[in-house]
């Protein structure tokens, strides 16, 4: 819950087949980064399908504060950049509430510049070690103050010339590689980022789109190798934001697990380093059929059918974790309903994120009566098909610990189990998919 507001809980109950075909919502990481780029381009940029949730409008409100304009007109949003290394000193605090990416990100494109810029969010992003991020600043002549343990509230200022790093992520952070990106941008010569792990790739391609000179190569061991020329003038462009699959897993996973379930997802993200969640429920024997498939604005999209199935326990091999980051909650919701044992592990990223996030789908999975074990990095789900126990009769509420994916996923779980799960505020779901409560009853979930 975001400070003063007052906390919302929410209960969901066994459904009839869901039903029906629904648009998603856009993507969140696209919509962040067409914000930045647009708000740092020359001229002017059109934004389609931006996603309207909290996390993106603080992106929006850090780049007006940095010089650049953004309003709604006709269904798109219009953002004047001011040109590439003409961000403006901010007069207060950056503040980005619960967003990690929107912090992360934007603490490169302008913590470089020779100018103090102070970040805050609220309790949740305020626990986020920010060290994975600072680091790299650090090694391109950053000064950075932050509270222990390199936490918010942060300050960061530039040196008057910034250093071109080479840099070889250390973790498989999409959100690390774009701010070493992002800050790249204001430093002369080439910056290189080597990322031995693909993760998502939506920085580099619309960095190209917006006229950046990026070149990304393989190297002998597989790893990939990305050139950024510093300093390059960047155009506004027109975008075109496809639905989010982070956020089209909820529908996906309430379709397979409430019995005669058959609904359609229109217009999902489908680039390949974002798809690991609807591979692995396929490889669990879950009927989604990829229909449409084509090419939008340079990313894949397609609609997906999707009916209820009978799904299997698996292990999930350990490199597709990047590619699906963000699903494991609701991926070890489907799990529970799946006949034996899912096996999840490289999960050590997900106790950075804006709850400890295997610490928190194992509590609200237990209290919901589910079988499960965790490790330091890894979760096993025992699964019940049918749901029969699953819920609790009680109506004792999972916490939600300020997580909107938490919210979401023990939602969907009380969609298919036995007995109702109820949550303790759905407030945070606003971050990332404002319209949940909605779509959700329109294909007929019993969400109150
Ligand atoms: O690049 C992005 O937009 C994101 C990358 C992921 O974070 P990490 O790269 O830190 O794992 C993901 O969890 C986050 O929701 C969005
Ligand atoms: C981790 C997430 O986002 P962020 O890092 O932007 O807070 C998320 O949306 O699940």
Redesign the pocket.
Known sequence: MSAGVIAKPAVARRSGALRGEVRIPGD?SMSHRALMLGGLAAGQTRIGGLLEGE?VFNTARAMQALGATVRKEDGSWIVHGVGNGALLAPEAPLDFA?????CHLIMGLVGVYDFATTFVGDAALSRRPMDCVLDPLRQMGVQVASAEGGRLPVTLRGPKTANPVSYRLPIASA?VKSAVLLAGLNAPGITTLIEPVPTGDHTERMLQAFGANLTVDVGAEGERIIRLEGQGRLTGQDIDIPGDP?SAAFPLVAALLVPGSDITLLNVLMNPTRAGLIVTLQEMGGKIDVLNARIQGGEDVADLRVRSSALKGITVPEDRAPSMI?EYQVLAVAAAFAEGHTVMRGLEELRM??SDRLAAVLSGLKLNGVDCDEGPASLVVHGRPGGKGLGNAAGAAVATRLDH?VAMSSLVMGLASEHPVTVDDATMIAT?FPGFMELMAGLGATIE
Not at 98 to 102: D, E, L, P, Q, R
């Open positions: 969140k996390d619960n967003a990690g990416s929107g959100e982070s963000d994120k804006e994916r990332s």
